[in-house]
T-cell receptor, first 112, second 116 residues
Framework: SQQGEEDPQALSIQEGENATMNCSYK?????LQWYRQNSGRGLVHLIL?????REKHSGRLRVTLDTSKKSSSLLITASRAADTASYFC????????????FGKGTKLSVKP | DSGVTQTPKHLITATGQRVTLRCSPR?????VYWYQQSLDQGLQFLIQ???????AKGNILERFSAQQFPDLHSELNLSSLELGDSALYFC???????????????FGPGTRLTVT
């Protein structure tokens, strides 16, 4: 399986703190994407980082990619209660037609 | 709002029955993907269509089939339903130019299927 694995499975922090989630994958990729899912709802695309990029920012989000270690991290700075959700990394690997392989997700809880 | 619509939102049916889930992609997107999300299996890719043609298959059971119509909407047909088919079914769309190019996927709100 080329499924990514997120770490930790669950994370609980206070508002204002930073949250870091990690993702590891198994094979070479075209890109890696992060998605957010509020409880039982659809997935929302957060950020896409290409295999030749090392870091990307979007607002309070910072994603890094280390292809030598086959890992990525998502940092949410100055977290808010509204950031409470599950976060998934998804990989698009070489030779695929674009379908994504998802990890099991990190459940983030931000307490006010 | 991602621009991807799915109907129905909820579906409750009995074992052995057949259901059809419908998806309309974002305007301009030619590629449609179907995913299944269950507690034990997580999010799994089922099948992809591009401009009416099947492009990739994932962990899709033989009891399941899909198609994409000329207006680009797609339907996922699930037959001989079993209790284990209860899950959230998501449709996603993207502008799929060429394999290896980079694009994000936009997910619909999902259809929650409950098989009793």
């Amino acid at each position: 399986s080329q499924q990514g694995e997120e770490d930790p499975q669950a994370l609980s922090i206070q508002e204002g703190e930073n949250a870091t989630m990690n993702c590891s994958y198994k094979t070479s990729i075209n890109n890696l994407q992060w998605y957010r899912q509020n409880s039982g709802r659809g997935l929302v695309h957060l950020i896409l980082i290409r295999s030749n990029e090392r870091e990307k920012h979007s607002g309070r989000l910072r994603v890094t990619l280390d292809t030598s270690k086959k890992s990525s991290s998502l940092l949410i700075t100055a977290s808010r209660a509204a950031d409470t959700a599950s976060y998934f990394c998804a990989t698009n690997y070489g030779g695929s037609q674009g379908n994504l392989i998802f990890g099991k997700g990190t459940k983030l809880s931000v307490k006010p | 709002d991602s621009g991807v619509t799915q109907t129905p939102k909820h579906l409750i049916t009995a074992t052995g029955q057949r259901v059809t889930l419908r998806c309309s992609p974002r305007s301009g997107d030619l590629s449609v993907y179907w995913y299944q999300q269950s507690l034990d299996q997580g999010l799994q890719f089922l099948i992809q269509y591009y401009n009416g043609e099947e492009r990739a298959k994932g962990n899709i059971l033989e009891r399941f089939s899909a198609q994409q119509f000329p207006d680009l909407h797609s339907e996922l047909n699930l037959s001989s339903l079993e209790l284990g088919d209860s899950a959230l079914y998501f449709c996603a769309s993207s502008v799929n130019r060429l394999a290896g190019l980079y694009y994000e996927q936009y997910f619909g709100p999902g259809t929650r299927l409950t098989v009793t």
